[in-house]
C-alpha cells in the first residue's frame, strides 16, 4: 500500500457491520449475493474479536463503531435484542476498540424506541443505525417517530443505512438485463443510495426537523447522493410546505454523512465545497468494503491538498469523538487522540 509523506492519523469508524451467528442462517436470503461475490465476508461478518482487531490494527483504526448488518427492521423485535446483546458483549470485551449502535426493529416503533433506550442507557451504545424504510414505507409517517423523539431525547445520532427493496419496489429495478443486474441495481449498484437519500429527505417534508431540532441523522457513502442535489434541493423545497427552518440550516445543523465505501477524491472535491467539514465522518464499511481501501484513500486524501492537517484529523476522528462521545486511541498519542502507552494490540493501533 502507498505510504502518505505524512503520518496518518488514529481513524475511527462508524459503518462497520457484524451479523449473529444467530442470526446468518435467517438472513442469508438477502445477501445471497454479496456472499456470493465475496466470499471471506461470511467469517468476518460473524467475528467480533480478533479477526476484526487485527484487520483494525493493520489499517489504523482505533475505533471501530459497530452495527448488526442490514435486515432486522421489519422481523420480530427478539431478534434484534439478540443481536445487541451479542454486540454489547464484544464491546465490553474490547471497550477502547469497539463501541456500539443498536439495530432497532423499526416494523414496531413503540419497541423501537424502547430498544433504543436500553442499549444506550443499560448497554453504553453511543447511538442506532436502522434500516433506510421498512417494506418500503419511509419514516415520514408519524408512527415511526417515536424512535426519533428517542434519540433526541437520548442525544445520540440515527444512522440511517440502506437495506434491500421491499418486493413492491423491486420492479423498478428489473428490466432486460440479468436478474443480477435488477438485484444489484436495486442495492449497492444504485438503489440503495437514491433509496436512503430520498429518505432523508422525506423527513425534512414531512417536518421532522422541526418538531425535533436537535435531532442527529447520520447518512453514509458521501450522503446517499443528496451532496450532489444540495444546490437543487435547497432551490426547489420551499415548494415543500411551511417548515420552519429551510433545507440548508437543516442539512448544516442535523445531518452527518460517512466515507463508507466510496473510494475517490473527485466526490470529496464536492463535498467540501458545500457540507461543513465538521459534519464529515471517515468510515469504511467492513467487512463489504476492505479495511486497507479505505486507508489508501484517506492517504490519497491526506496527499490531495483538499484539506489542511487539522480538517484531516477532523475528518479521520475528532468529529466522531465529538458526535458520539468516544476517545481514539493510538501509541503515537497523535492530536487529540488518548495516549496508550503500552502500545497493546487491542488498545490501539501504531499510527503509520
Not at 434500516?131 to 419511509?138: F, I, K
Not at 440550516?249 to 464536492?270: F, K, L, R, Y
Not at 503515537?332 to 503500552?342: K, T, W
Amino acid at each position: 500500500m502507498p505510504e502518505s509523506s505524512q503520518p496518518t492519523p488514529p481513524l475511527i469508524t462508524l459503518e462497520e457491520h457484524f451479523v449473529s451467528a444467530d442470526l446468518l442462517p435467517a438472513l442469508s436470503d438477502i445477501y445471497a449475493e454479496q456472499l456470493k461475490h465475496l466470499p471471506d465476508v461470511a467469517a468476518r461478518l460473524t467475528d467480533l474479536g480478533p479477526l476484526r482487531l487485527a484487520d483494525m490494527n493493520a489499517n489504523c483504526i482505533s475505533l471501530q463503531v459497530v452495527s448488526h448488518a442490514p435486515g432486522l427492521g421489519p422481523r420480530p423485535p427478539s431478534l434484534s435484542t439478540l443481536a445487541n446483546d451479542e454486540l454489547a458483549r464484544a464491546v465490553q470485551a474490547s471497550p477502547r476498540r469497539l463501541a456500539g449502535l443498536a439495530v432497532l426493529p423499526m416494523a414496531d416503533p413503540e419497541a423501537a424506541a424502547r430498544e433504543l433506550r436500553r442499549c444506550v442507557e443499560e448497554l453504553g451504545f453511543v447511538g442506532a443505525l436502522v434500516d433506510a424504510h421498512v417494506d418500503g414505507l419511509h419514516y415520514d409517517d408519524r408512527r415511526f417517530w417515536p424512535v426519533f423523539v428517542a434519540a433526541a431525547e437520548l442525544d445520540v445520532p440515527v444512522y440511517l443505512h440502506p437495506t434491500y427493496p421491499s418486493p413492491s419496489q423491486r420492479s423498478s429495478y428489473e428490466g432486460q438485463y440479468e436478474a443480477g443486474a435488477a438485484r444489484s441495481l436495486g442495492s449497492s449498484g444504485f438503489g440503495w443510495h437514491q433509496d436512503t437519500g430520498l429518505g432523508v429527505l422525506k423527513l425534512y417534508a414531512a417536518g421532522l426537523f422541526d418538531e425535533l431540532p436537535t435531532l442527529k441523522i447520520v447518512i453514509g457513502h458521501f450522503g446517499e447522493m443528496l451532496p450532489f442535489m444540495l444546490e437543487r434541493v435547497e432551490k426547489l423545497s420551499v415548494r415543500w410546505g411551511a417548515q420552519q427552518r429551510r433545507w440548508r440550516q437543516v442539512w448544516d445543523e442535523n445531518i452527518w454523512i460517512t466515507t463508507s465505501g466510496v473510494w475517490s477524491i473527485a466526490p470529496m472535491a464536492c463535498i467540501l465545497r458545500n457540507t461543513r467539514v465538521d459534519r464529515i465522518l471517515y468510515s469504511v464499511d467492513y467487512p463489504f468494503e476492505k479495511n486497507e481501501n479505505g486507508l489508501r484513500w484517506i492517504r490519497e486524501l491526506q496527499d490531495s491538498g483538499l484539506v489542511t492537517p487539522d480538517e484531516l484529523d477532523m475528518i479521520a476522528y475528532r468529529n466522531a469523538e465529538q458526535l458520539l462521545r468516544v476517545k481514539a486511541t493510538t501509541t503515537e498519542g497523535r492530536g487529540g487522540a488518548e495516549e496508550d502507552p503500552e502500545g497493546d494490540p487491542e488498545k490501539g493501533p501504531v499510527s503509520v
